[in-house]
């Protein structure tokens, strides 16, 4: 899957404009046409496409992922802290998405064609509704032009004087993500938990005399995660699709924005690590969900039922 | 005695999926809402002519006004007219959402509709791609489609550059994308629909594969499909709108929604209310189609209808 991936991701990167020594020729108006052809042997490039890539993998595959044209690092050493930073920023905003979601979901569910329900459905439907990039420009006006209590973006220098001023910078990417996520994980708790509540075994959960609370808690909640599980991992790579763009508006320096500027700038080896891991996260995501799903469902063990 | 003297009994389905649609006031409003926006934005030519002004119009000496009557929104950067390049921003970021839908919805409902009837391996395999393709990260992968040179495609120079090709390769690109959930909702439609009595005695009667799916099952397949189209056009325009504000999508000084965001980004030290407008509109135009999705998602359904809860 990830091999296929790769290959995909390698060929598409291959069409885009401009070969490494293209552009080191427009850098460098010294580097005669000859220099050029000597370069592009050296480094394979006058090879076709599948063999570049047999080459490249076979290197990748040794440990070696090369260097990041534009860094001048090797790969890794820059993938490596956008990577702490994105899974700090999606880390924190897909928690506290699911933990409202999760909550205000069962509320609407348990109050349904009510006010409140409608009220939290109107609210979701606005968060799902919303462009996350204009939502973060708004954030941006609101607590740094008009307020001026949070800064608009990039991250807090080396000699951050107290916890505080570094974790200032964190405050408006995460809300942003997490208003951009919390509507759909809402409006798929919700529509799960009426499913259940509708059920038999709550009726008999209720006329045992249980409290409301114990019977949405005990014994609907389980059942209505289930299939909320799923959806909410499948939602994982949007999540990430949102992290790009929230990134891209704080100068945050994670993955997203990584990748995008190594595509922009025609790093093809920092962009192609960048967008595999990219894309084994959010395969990860999917298979912690199906692992999640037999935790809470022992149905499923029992049924033997491969994926 | 004559067969059509019979009285119907029921009223006719049509009108009672819209007696239920009136019963909800969002969906109205929704596609209130939807038509200003469509007329405003088709009718940007006659405001150009009535106020003689042009979107591209750039007046220096002019920059940053306020709200006039020569400029109801005032003016931008380079002293263009606000609210006309919104009206045309309009007309593309509505154009596309519109189409592209369109275009998903066909190739969601073949797909779909191939999987559900034949079923078996070739159902397997065409929804194993419909998951893979809706795990991808969207927004990398679409970034390096949009990054794509065509000229590296086999495609002429000129063609690559013409000024349209930024249109055709953004709908391109998000159709490569915006069929799966249509396509999952005609699957699931179709795996019951080919059960049903009218559909065996079709094939008994020797109907081939492609007359059944056309003539017996894709007529009953229509409300999936219009609520799962509605609630991606709204999807779309975020997609684009997204895109075109990263860069890649529709190129200035061409406005689209998303582009216009782009310039007003830098500029919210100066001009806060130049990032307020594109956005607003997008947020409008995507919340008034997903509530009409919805909507009409309810009063389709005939399970979820109020009587029977």
Known sequence: MLAAMSFVIFVLIGLMPGDPIDLMISANPDVTSEDAERLRKLHGLDQPLWQRYVNWASAALSGDFG???????????????????TAILLGLSFGLSVCIGIFSGVFAAYHQNRRLDHLINFAAFAGIS?????????LIILFSVILRILPAGGMGTVEASSLWESARYFVLPIVSLTIASVGSHTRYMRAA?????RQ????????????????????????????????????FGALFS??????MIFAYP?????????????????????????????????????????????????????? | MNSSSIPYKQSPPKALWVQQFQNRPLGVVSIAIIVCLIAASALAPLYNFVFNISPDQVDLLNRFAGPSLSNPLGTDELGRDVLSRLLHGGQISLFIGMVAAGFAAILGTVLGLTAGY????????????????????????????????????????TFASHEYISLVRIITIVVLFGWTTTARLVRASTLSLREQPFVLAAEAQGATPARIMAVHILPNLTSPIIVSTTLA???IILLESALSFLGLGIQPPTPSWGNLLTNAQELIWEAPALAFYPGFLIFLTVISFNFLGDSLREALDPRKNKAVE
Request: hydrophobic share 55%; aromatic share 6%; glycine share 8%.
């Open chain 1, 242 to 247: 949102g992290a790009l763009i929230t990134e």
């Open chain 1, 200 to 235: 038999d075994f709550i009726r008999t959960a209720q006329a045992k005399g249980l409290s409301p609370s114990r019977v949405v808690l005990g014994h609907a909640l389980r059942n209505a995660m289930l299939p909320v599980i799923t959806v909410v991992a499948l939602d």
């Open chain 1, 67 to 85: 260097y990041s044209r534009i860094h001048a690092k090797p790969v890794f050493d820059v993938i490596s802290p956008a990577l702490q930073s």
């Open chain 1, 254 to 307: 994670g993955m997203g924005k990584l990748i995008f500027d190594s595509i922009m700038g025609n790093d093809f080896n920092l962009a192609l690590i960048a967008l595999l891991l990219a894309t084994a996260m959010t395969l990860l995501g999917n298979l912690l969900a199906d692992g999640a799903y037999v935790c809470l469902d022992p149905r499923i063990r029992l049924a033997g039922g491969s994926r």
């Open chain 2, 233 to 235: 056009i709204g999807n």
């Open chain 1, 130 to 138: 919303i462009p996350p990039f204009w939502l973060a420009i708004l």
């Open chain 1, 193 to 197: 938990m009426i499913d259940v509540l």
């Open chain 2, 118 to 157: 034949f079923g078996g391996r070739l159902d397997a395999v065409l929804m194993r791609f419909t998951d893979i393709v809706i795990a991808l990260p969207l927004l990398p992968v679409l970034i390096v489609l949009a990054a794509i040179d065509l000229g590296e495609l086999g495609l002429s120079n």
